[in-house]
């Protein structure tokens, strides 16, 4: 949060002629944190609710688990929800992903938080860009999607469930895990890695992005920034286009 805030303070004012919108532009930017006073105090002390308005950051407060859930679920399956509802929610709200670095460890859940980032974006039939040169969750998945050059198929330590002893207890919320219309999103980590492989570049269940194979290789590939950002917006406007 602290970093957001620093990155948001250096925006200039939105450059429009109405000055409604300069004050309080559209929202470019949404978060999705639970609702209670704790997660509150943590955003408005980070930032103002005036100062999320004119940077056009809006934070979204709900509830993403029940009373009866946080009851009766232990912490370990209320943690694997809450972030899947969560993300869920980023998702639905997003036209695309763009997905770099990523932790491998030292993550708490059924598995780290960029795969199942990309696992909703897929699932929903959204495009994806995934550099995997900086390494992180983001290589770990590409090479599971056929972006890496050899295709390896090994699936990667980082894709397993930490702890893992708690993995069974999954299937106690896997309908939990698997709401309308998505009835067969993966649940465990095994589930995830067979997933990404069904879903990999060149198959009929990866989403269109505007890129063409050799195109998704190379951002994957890439370390330059400029690179990067030609291949995402390439991507968009093809996509764009083609709507149009």
């Known amino acids: 949060m602290r970093f957001l805030e620093e990155e948001l303070r250096k925006r200039p004012p939105e450059p429009s002629s109405d ?28 930032i103002s609710r005036q100062e999320r308005d004119r940077m ?4 979204v407060f709900a509830s993403h688990l029940t009373k009866q859930e946080r009851r009766r679920l232990n912490r370990w399956q209320l943690s694997a929800l809450e972030h899947f509802r969560r993300r869920l929610a980023v998702t639905d709200a997003s036209v695309a992903r763009f997905v770099v670095a990523g932790a491998v460890e030292g ?32 290589a770990d998945v590409g090479a599971l999607l056929g972006l890496a050059h050899p295709r ?30 998505w009835t067969n999103l993966p649940v465990t980590a095994a589930d995830l890695a067979r997933f990404f492989k069904k879903h990999a570049l060149g198959g009929r269940n990866w989403p269109n992005n505007g890129l063409t194979s050799d195109e998704n290789r190379k ?26």
């Open 219 to 244: 951002l994957f590939a890439s370390k330059d920034a400029d690179e990067v950002a030609e291949f995402v917006v390439k991507g968009l406007m093809r996509i764009h286009q083609a709507i149009a």
């Open 19 to 46: 000055t409604r919108r300069r004050a309080k532009p559209d929202p470019w930017l949404i978060s999705f944190l639970d609702k209670t006073n704790y997660e509150r105090g943590l955003v408005n002390t980070a």
């Open 107 to 138: 993550y708490y859940g059924r598995f780290p938080g960029i795969p199942e980032e990309i696992m909703l974006s897929l699932a929903q039939g959204k495009p994806v860009y995934i550099v995997g040169a900086l390494g992180g969750a983001a």
């Open 56 to 59: 056009g950051l809006n934070v």
């Open 152 to 181: 390896m198929g090994d699936v990667p330590p980082s894709l397993k469930a930490e702890p893992i002893r708690f993995e069974e207890s999954l299937q106690e919320i896997a309908d939990r895990l698997r709401p309308g219309p």
